[in-house]
């Protein structure tokens, strides 16, 4: 019985049939359980959640759910398949893995796998289907904010901090690199933020009570398991745990760390990962990646002290003097420079209502301006040491220093630096002096000083106004300059925009206290844009279609070949900070979507994963999602783009070029997958999805002006290769291309083979084109019209052998003009197009071989018709009919010298 059932879940059978037999299967096992472990029994459910049928994989989790619920072994065993259901594209199946992992792996709170249950629910926080964040926040807020008992206390904590921690492990790659302080976007601070938001909409104080309460003993484990570990690197990462969870409560909302006077504790829990460690034995050289665990313990103490400081105002003198000697030390000779910029942002917090922090700050940098100027007023005597040199590596080491310390003192402490005048530099004299560096230095140090006047800018947006940094800016955006110096300026111009979404946001709340505040009199009348300062969106639209565009879609050949600490390519991480920006601008709408949709379309076939994902959600979210027509409007302008992105990618050569295979590797079909199916959910996205791939086949052939600058047959050959690798899902998906073909080869197939008639028995000259030499330019231009056919016939065929259709159904569906019944499904085609070695080049010898290839497609496709009996049938004009014809004279080849 049990074998009968297996084979009746297998894929020949139909959706009801897998269905039940699953069931039956489930009340089999009920009886005996021990089933599960089975082998041959684990490899069908294994294939049922993967199955094409939303609904047998539904009925594949149900079974599941219902026979772990009561075995940890079974549990254990069938985990990873629940997982991998957790991330279903169906809902309804994601939301029962959801609810298998929470009832039956996270609320018993002793399952082994516990941990990885807690991350994978919380990964769908922000899903984007309300019932799926719905069962996330339910499951967090009954497990964690909901049960008000000391004894669980302390196991709740340290499974956060397991949570936390691991979450912050995956996103690092196990700690290869720093990614704090943690932000909005975490998916633990995420979670908390809404369930409490949803607490105090529902008036409920219990679930930020328990927050509170499980703050306070976080704190109070900090250091506390640091001992027990092995060797150095786990006892600092057994310190950072607990830290780290801390941090991120603090970034939920600083409230609920501290109560009443529970700063001070809180402060003296944090100051000692803040004293300078004691000296080593000469010679000892420490581990990268210890020194990376002290610096995140850093980060975490600091950025919590600076967001608990505000309500900080009373703070003990010894204390006091105690941080302020840590941050000096801290800020002049910490090699990590989030660090430095932690402990900047801290020490202008503290000094707005600290007099010995204010003193400090100013003292420090002063120290570091004075030091900069000196540096430019001594270059023309002392001279700048030669590029290449030791000296020159320091000099230029020293000066990134003081110039990145400097600038962050004007990105968090501007209106203090302001207030000193007349000892400090102003705004505008400051800029003067990073442009000196950005104009006289390296690459390095160019890097630093454009960075530098982002954040300045940043501080003071009215700096960019000035004619001296637009041109930097412009230079530092041209594709000519060296990479680093182009990621520096777009980071710039992104810190830009997001600094005024701070400041109207700031603004916006203020507005919001007055409205609410009684008014002491009658309400000032203010026109629209009275109070509308903002510079920064005129800044990015000067530099958009100018150089940020172009930049967006340039290959460097020397960057491509570096790699980042990130693991990208130097010139992939261009692109990338480019999409970070274009996040930016097309969320706040700065710019005209449209502009944004060729740039974004190339990049979605670009070789880096990451650059070319980033590219797909920006269209989905910005374009699809809102203004699904202008991608329509603008996706010729998008192909076209996405080719010349291509042909610099592979080639070097322009899009113009008539050289290149058309070829494309398979990270870019998928993506251009993507973006198909995105607008083929209706028939009219498909339809013009269609119109716009055929169009340049027609054009090419009709000899329409700017047709062969856009990359003749080359261009043509990448659209087929796109078209041949499209992932449709219905048969009539593939008609619907397949008619569109059709007309455009009956069209242009007889002039082409009349054409090549009259040119029959004439000579050619292989060698450097004559004047007047018409012969030569017919067969070129006749062999181009040729390919173009050859690559819709090939196309056609491709398309009938991997979905299984024929002339007769590409007849009987134009002549319904594709009004049928719902068509059946197909499996997506991920086969590449065979082109038959069909040359794309420009050249005598390759018009020969395309018209070779032409006339061989073209006898194949008669045989076909004839086949069919189609030929000379009733179906008339509707049928294309190609001219009979066998292959071009060898009497044309034999006489070409």
Avoid at 60 to 88: E, H, K, T, W
Avoid at 743 to 772: F, N, Q, S, Y
Wanted: one cysteine or more; glycine letters at 6%.
């Amino acid at each position: 019985l049990l074998t009968w059932l297996l084979e009746a879940c297998n894929a020949q059978q139909a959706n009801l049939t897998r269905s039940k037999a699953l069931k039956t299967i489930a009340a089999v096992v009920e009886q005996e359980p021990q089933l599960l472990l089975r082998k041959e029994v684990q490899r069908v459910f294994e294939t049922c959640f993967t199955d094409d049928s939303i609904a047998v994989r539904e009925a594949a989790v149900d079974v599941i759910g219902r026979l772990i619920s009561n075995s940890r072994d079974l549990a254990l065993q069938y985990f990873p398949l629940v997982l991998y259901a957790a991330n279903d594209k169906g809902v309804s199946v994601r939301k029962h893995a959801l609810k298998i992992l929470w009832k039956v792996c996270l609320a018993p709170g002793d399952f082994p796998r516990a941990c990885e249950a807690a991350i994978c629910i919380m990964a769908h926080a922000a899903d984007k289907e309300d019932s799926v964040q719905s069962i996330v926040l339910k499951a967090f807020n009954e497990l964690w904010f909901t049960v008000d008992r000391e004894d669980l206390l302390e196991p709740h904590s340290l499974q956060i901090v397991d949570v936390v921690w691991n979450l912050y492990a995956n996103r690092t790659h196990q700690g290869a690199f720093i990614d704090l302080p943690l932000s909005a976007g975490d998916a633990f601070v995420g979670l908390v933020t809404k369930i409490l938001a949803n607490a105090d909409k529902q008036r409920s104080p219990l679930e930020r009570r328990v927050a509170q309460k499980l703050s306070s003993m976080l704190v109070e484990m900090i250091g506390r398991k640091a001992m027990d570990a092995d060797d150095e690197v786990s006892m600092e990462t057994e310190c950072l745990k607990p830290l780290l969870a801390v941090h991120a409560f603090c970034t939920v909302d600083p409230s609920l760390v501290v109560t009443g006077k529970s700063y001070h504790r809180c402060l003296h829990s944090l100051l000692p990962y803040l004293a300078p460690l004691e000296p080593r034995s000469p010679g000892y050289v420490e581990p990268n990646e210890l020194k990376r665990r002290r610096a995140e313990q850093l980060l975490c103490a600091l950025t919590i002290i600076n967001d608990l400081a505000p309500r900080m105002r009373h703070l003990d003198h010894i204390v006091t003097n105690k941080l302020q000697d840590y941050l000096k030390r801290i800020i002049t000779t910490s090699e990590f420079l989030s660090v430095v910029v932690a402990a900047v942002r801290l020490l202008c917090t503290l000094s707005r209502f600290e007099t010995g922090s204010l003193r400090l700050g100013i003292a420090i940098s002063r120290m570091y301006q004075q030091a900069l100027e000196q540096q430019r007023s001594g270059a023309g005597a002392r001279g700048i040491p030669d590029a290449g040199t030791r000296e020159y590596a320091r000099w230029e080491c020293l000066q990134r220093r003081r110039l990145f310390t400097a600038s962050q003192f004007w990105c968090f402490g501007a209106d203090l630096l302001e207030q000193h005048s007349q000892v400090i530099k102003s705004a505008d004299q400051a800029a003067a002096l990073m442009l000196w560096f950005f104009h006289h230095g390296q690459p390095k140090l160019r890097q630093e000083a454009i960075r530098g006047l982002g954040l300045l800018m940043g501080a003071r947006p009215e700096v960019a106004l000035t004619r001296p940094v637009k041109q930097a800016f412009d230079l530092a955006l041209a594709t000519t300059t060296d990479v680093d110096v182009n990621i520096a300026a777009v980071q710039a111009l992104s810190e830009l925009l997001n600094h005024e979404c701070e400041r109207l946001l700031r603004s916006q709340a203020r507005d919001a206290a007055d409205k609410e505040a009684p008014a002491e009199g009658p309400a000032v009348p203010k026109t629209c844009g009275e109070n509308d300062r903002s510079v920064a969106g005129g800044v990015v639209q000067y530099f958009w279609e100018r150089r940020v565009l172009p930049l967006a879609v340039h290959v460097d050949r020397a960057a491509a070949k570096v790699s980042s600490p990130s693991g990208l390519k130097m010139d992939a991480r261009v692109r990338f900070r480019v999409l970070e920006l274009s996040r930016i601008v097309l969320r706040e709408g700065l710019v005209a979507p449209w502009t944004a949709i060729p740039m974004l379309m190339a990049l979605v076939t670009d070789k880096d994963a990451g650059v070319a994902d980033l590219a797909v959600q920006l269209l989905d979210s910005y374009i699809m999602e809102k203004r699904a027509d202008l991608l329509e409007a603008k996706l010729g302008d998008a192909l076209s783009a996405a080719f010349k992105f291509q042909q610099e990618l592979t080639s070097g050569k322009s899009g113009g070029e008539q050289g290149g295979s058309g070829r494309l590797h398979a990270n870019a079909c998928e993506m251009l997958g993507r973006v198909y199916k995105s607008m083929a959910h209706t028939k009219s996205g498909r339809s013009s999805f269609f119109k716009t791939l055929v169009r340049p086949f027609s054009q090419h052939l009709q000899d329409v002006p700017g047709a062969a600058a856009q990359g003749g047959a080359s261009y043509l050959s990448f659209l087929a290769q796109m078209a041949a690798t499209l992932p449709f899902s219905r048969e009539d998906e593939a008609l619907m291309l397949d008619s569109r073909l059709s007309p455009i080869i009956m069209r242009h197939a007889d002039k082409i083979e009349a054409a090549m008639d009259a040119l029959k028995g004439k000579t050619v000259t292989t060698g450097a084109a004559g004047a007047g030499d018409s012969t030569r330019d017919q067969l070129l231009v006749l062999g181009q019209k040729a390919a173009a056919v050859a690559l819709l016939l090939l196309l056609k065929k491709h398309n009938q052998a991997c979905y299984g259709l024929t002339d007769a159904k590409i007849l009987a569906y134009s002549a319904k003009d594709g009004n049928s019944k719902p068509s059946r499904g197909v499996q997506a085609s991920r086969k590449a197009l065979d082109t038959r070695g069909l040359p794309l080049i420009a050249g005598v010898d390759a018009a020969l071989r395309q018209c070779k290839v032409f006339k061989k497609l073209v006898k194949e496709s008669e045989a076909q018709l004839a086949a069919q009996g189609l030929v000379g049938d009733a179906a008339g004009d509707e049928a294309p009919t190609p001219s009979p014809g066998g292959p071009p004279d060898a009497k044309l080849e034999a006489e070409t010298p």
